[in-house]
């Protein structure tokens, strides 16, 4: 059963650079697309960006001029970068699998506990 | 973008009752890509449905998601207690992946 873990600063100042690693366990970062999401009360459920093991990211066109997603497979890990935060960014981060091996088009099977985030200065 | 849009936003049922939740998208849809999800207070949200319609693992036999086109709908039959939470439908075809609103099932 693959786990997922945020972590990161739980506060972080306006213009500044959130940043959160996801350490994935019991289960190779291989072969799936990680996603980023997060959750705020005024927006609800928003699906940030994805990565694929190779490094290969796509983003939301809404946040794509500020995130930048990577990926380290010898830590099974991978990163989120939001440049330039405000206190709209204030959210729980998620960070979750898809499911289906290979695909850039597949449902979250798997999710880390959240990591909430506010910014503020 | 697919906006999905999903209603009720409320629910109010007794522990028993059936439950049906339904999510629109504002386009046509494959629904290969219509996913559902469970959320409890202070919890990462949880898979049920994949597929418009197929159970994830070890989801309970009385979660069944149907749908197509523009139209889905999760049905729950004889509601747990456990089951009362929050309900989102999710699209996860091309980019951007996005979420309904969300509707609550409580207790009444």
């Known amino acids: 059963q693959v786990q997922l873990q945020e972590s990161g600063p739980g506060l972080v100042k306006p213009s500044e650079t959130l940043s959160l690693t996801c350490i994935v366990s019991g289960g190779s970062i291989s072969t799936y697309y990680w996603s980023w999401i997060r959750q705020s009360p005024g927006k609800g459920l928003e699906w940030i960006g994805h990565?694929?093991?190779?490094?290969?990211?796509n983003y939301n066109p809404s946040l794509k001029s500020r995130v930048t997603i990577s990926i380290d497979t010898s830590k099974n890990q991978f990163s989120l970068k939001l440049s330039s935060v405000n206190a709209a960014d204030t959210a729980v981060y998620y960070c979750?699998?898809?499911?289906?091996?290979?695909?850039?088009?597949?449902?979250?099977?798997?999710w880390g506990q959240g990591s909430l985030v506010t910014v503020s200065s | 973008e697919i906006v999905l849009t999903q209603s009720p936003g409320t629910l109010s049922l007794s522990p028993g009752d059936s439950a049906t939740l339904s999510c629109r998208a504002g386009?046509?849809?494959?629904?290969?890509?219509i996913g559902w999800y469970q959320q409890k207070p202070g919890q990462a949200p949880r898979l049920l449905i994949h597929?418009?319609?197929s159970r994830a693992a070890g989801i309970a036999d009385r979660f069944r998601g149907s749908g197509s086109g523009t139209d889905f709908t999760l049905n729950i039959t004889g509601l747990e207690p456990e089951d009362f939470a929050v309900y989102y439908c999710?699209?996860?075809?091309?980019?951007?992946?996005?979420f309904g609103q969300g509707t609550k099932v409580e207790i009444k």
């Open positions: 979750a699998r898809e499911g289906s091996s290979w695909s850039s088009t597949s449902w979250l099977d798997s």
């Open positions: 386009q046509l849809v494959g629904s290969s890509y």
């Open positions: 999710q699209y996860y075809g091309e980019s951007p992946k996005t």
């Open positions: 990565i694929y093991s190779s490094g290969r990211a």
């Open positions: 597929g418009a319609s």
